[in-house]
């Protein structure tokens, strides 16, 4: 609703009426003669101590917005949301504001001029006591009068009978109006204005993208919802077909917030050329010390084998003692570590020298070892004996390992041919019963992709149930029993005594419910399971890969974020957009549909056929109001109101009724020129509260007139 503020001043100056409308987005100002207002301004003060000069400093209205410091002292004279002012404070700073830019001083500070105010429907009488008090005791008025601005509105546009709809700032109302005369008992009110359509567009918007970069305002929400918002003609078909590829261009609307984009310098060809080159040399480089580091290292292996063998020869006919010494000398056990070591460092230096010269590698078969020494019991064995027994009982058991794990990839690999050959088979006997069986696998490979990208999703957040389970884990590590302390010197510390142990690296690591198939390729899986459906499924297409699905062209999320484009994650300029499509229709569709933004009230289409239908009696007054619905306000300014309200109603009123729906001349300042005109006029003569009226009769006590609230209803 506007706070707008008039005053009459006659041509021969002696009599002036000062005229102010009430409400809470924005305060208008002027002379009742003015046909439009002096002075506009936001109901917000931003008030801050100025340390450089050592006083308060007040900004009104637009001021307010300066700069941060004011930004961050804004002040609203009403509650939000509502028409109700909630601190008188701001209120009188607003009015000081008013009457100065009006330049209307008079004594101590008084106005001495009427005032006309308008309030909202059904005002409280709280709020109407506490005004009526602060004009005439801090502003002297010599008398005061109130009315409604959707009245003031529908008599400027010389309406007589009818069904007012005002939707403004605030609230919506249906006020049925018969002879000039509101029929105030059929009144209602929809909890739905500007203000919470403003709310709701700005709910969606950080609903949708919740890592956004820039700052999401309120004032930012009314302009995009002014700018971009519509009223579809037939919502539910419109919404299902909004996101459709064809038309999205036009449809999708974006909003582009300021960034600063990361600057990147490109390089001419020459110089790339000259990086090129560069890099070119530096591997060469590279390659040159690489193979001289490997020539080095094959000589030196070289010379440690020719120097073993020296040591094998001077071994032969040489004392056990002797040979232990020299042995020991070089680091050996014995001489079987000896030609371990001369074998293992031929292999290498062929390896080396086939690599160097680009012939094939020949592996050696393994051949089959010995283990003499485990068929000696041990008490006929010294010590160095049984250290050797031991070391082939190790031999053996790494021997034996490698021999097992052969046979089991060669099982595995028969297991696999043999499932293939068996998969075939039931593939030509039964190929229903297959693609059956292929389609469940894929959504069984589905649903663990699915649950592994939400698995990684819930471990970045740290109030979901995967990253309190990973923490209750790590907190549990430091002893067997949750919940008891471990002392500082325990010795009761087995951890890894057990090798189910070690499986707690990989709960901490990738969550509680991981195993060791979450550490298969299952995008590999999917792939080899949709070629065989792509094969022998007639019905599955390239458009059904999972791939296909995953591509943006073919993404209903893409086309509702990003709209028909694709998205760059490095671009800030992207980064920085705002994509309004379905918002566009939804925003504004709540005054039809309260149930959408979650309000339990009906629709102003059903408050109006119960208004008619049931609020009044007589046919004939029935007609009279069908005929001329009125509409005013900032929020049926919106395309194809007059449009929708009149398809709906036409659905819901008998046909024989004649339906007519106009709008106001201008539905913003027509509730300003309305009231400037009826407080010139004579009409307005008895509705005034004088002062000594109110020295008699005290705050609470109005004047009911046809443009304004009534006692009671």
């Known amino acids: 609703m506007n706070v707008e503020l008039v005053a009459q001043m006659f041509k021969n100056y002696r009599s002036n009426v000062l005229f102010h409308l009430e409400g809470a987005s924005l305060l208008r100002a002027g002379w009742s003669f003015d046909k439009t207002p002096r002075v506009s301004f936001p109901t917000v003060v931003a008030r801050y101590r100025d340390r450089k000069f050592n006083k308060t400093v007040s900004y009104v209205g637009y001021n307010a917005f300066a700069d941060a410091t004011t930004r961050g002292q804004i002040r609203n004279a009403f509650e939000p949301g509502s028409s109700v002012v909630g601190n008188w404070d701001i209120m009188e700073g607003l009015l000081d504001y008013t ?82 005369k509101p029929i105030m008992s059929n009144v209602t009110r929809l909890n739905w204005g500007g203000y919470q359509g403003a709310e709701y567009l700005l709910k ?32 539910d078909r419109e919404m299902s077909s909004f996101l459709d590829w064809s038309g999205l261009e036009d449809r999708d609307h974006i909003v582009q917030y300021p960034f600063t984009e990361q600057v990147v310098v490109e390089k001419t060809e020459e110089e790339l050329a000259k990086i090129a080159e560069r890099k070119r040399e530096g591997g060469r480089r590279l390659q040159e010390q690489a193979a001289k580091m490997r020539l080095e290292k094959l000589i030196r292996k070289e010379q440690t084998l020719e120097y073993y063998k020296d040591l094998q020869q001077r071994l032969v006919n040489q004392t056990k003692k002797e040979i232990k010494r020299l042995l020991d000398d070089d680091e050996f056990k014995d001489e079987a570590q000896l030609e371990k070591t001369i074998q293992e460092l031929e292999k290498s230096i062929r390896k080396a020298r086939n690599k160097d010269i680009g012939g094939p590698e020949n592996p050696e078969e393994e051949v089959e070892p010995t283990f003499p020494m485990l068929d000696i019991a041990d008490d006929n064995l010294d010590e160095a004996g049984i250290k050797e027994k031991r070391h082939q009982r190790l031999m053996k058991s790494g021997y034996e390992a490698r021999v097992r794990a052969k046979i089991e990839k060669e099982l595995e690999k028969a297991r696999l041919a043999e499932e293939e050959r068996l998969d075939n088979e039931r593939r030509e006997n039964d190929l229903s019963g297959w693609l059956e069986g292929r389609r469940a696998a894929r959504q069984t490979l589905l649903q663990r992709i699915k649950d592994r990208e939400r698995l990684k999703a819930d471990l970045g957040n740290r109030k979901s149930l995967a990253s309190q389970m990973r923490m209750k884990t790590l907190a549990n590590l430091a002893s067997d029993q949750p919940g008891k302390k471990r002392r500082r010197g325990g010795d009761d510390d087995n951890f890894g005594a057990n090798d189910d142990d070690w499986g707690v690296y990989r709960t901490v690591a990738i969550g509680e419910q991981s195993d060791d198939e979450e550490e298969e390729d299952l995008g590999a899986g999917l792939k080899g399971v949709e070629a065989q459906l792509l094969k022998y499924d007639p019905s599955f297409t390239e458009n059904n890969t999972l791939e296909a699905q995953s591509d943006w062209t073919q993404s209903l999320i893409h086309a509702f974020l990003r709209g028909p484009r694709p998205f760059d994650p490095e671009s800030q300029q992207e980064a920085h957009q705002i994509h309004l499509n379905v918002e566009r229709i939804r925003v504004p569709e709540v005054v039809f549909q309260p149930s959408i933004a979650g309000l339990d009230q009906a629709g102003i289409v059903d408050i109006a056929a119960d208004i008619t239908n049931h609020g009044l009696a007589k046919p004939a007054d029935r007609e009279r109001v069908l005929k001329n619905i009125f509409l005013t306000g900032g929020n049926t300014m919106f395309k194809g109101f007059e449009e929708r309200l009149k398809t709906e109603l036409r659905a819901v009123l008998p046909v024989e009724i004649p339906i007519s729906v106009q709008k106001a001349s201008n539905p913003v300042l027509d509730a300003w020129r309305g009231a400037a005109q009826w407080a010139a006029g004579e009409d307005s003569k008895g509705a005034f509260v004088t002062r000594e009226e109110y020295a008699e009769k005290g705050a609470e006590y109005m004047k009911e007139h046809s443009l304004g609230n009534a006692a009671s209803f």
């Open 99 to 180: 009457f100065a830019s009006l330049g209307i001083v008079g004594h101590d500070g008084g106005v001495g001029r009427p005032i006309v105010m308008t309030e909202p429907v059904a005002n409280l009488g709280y709020s109407r006591k506490t005004m009526t008090e602060l004009l005439f005791e801090c502003y002297s008025a010599p008398s005061i009068a109130y009315g409604i601005d959707a009245l003031f509105s529908y008599r400027f546009n010389k309406g007589r009978s009818g069904l007012v709809i005002s939707s403004s700032h605030t609230a919506t109302h249906l006020i049925p109006v018969l002879d000039g």
């Open 204 to 235: 969606l918007i950080k609903l949708k993208y919740p890592n956004f970069q820039g700052k999401l305002t309120e004032y930012q929400a009314e302009e995009m919802a002014r700018e971009h918002c519509y009223i579809s003609q037939d919502f």
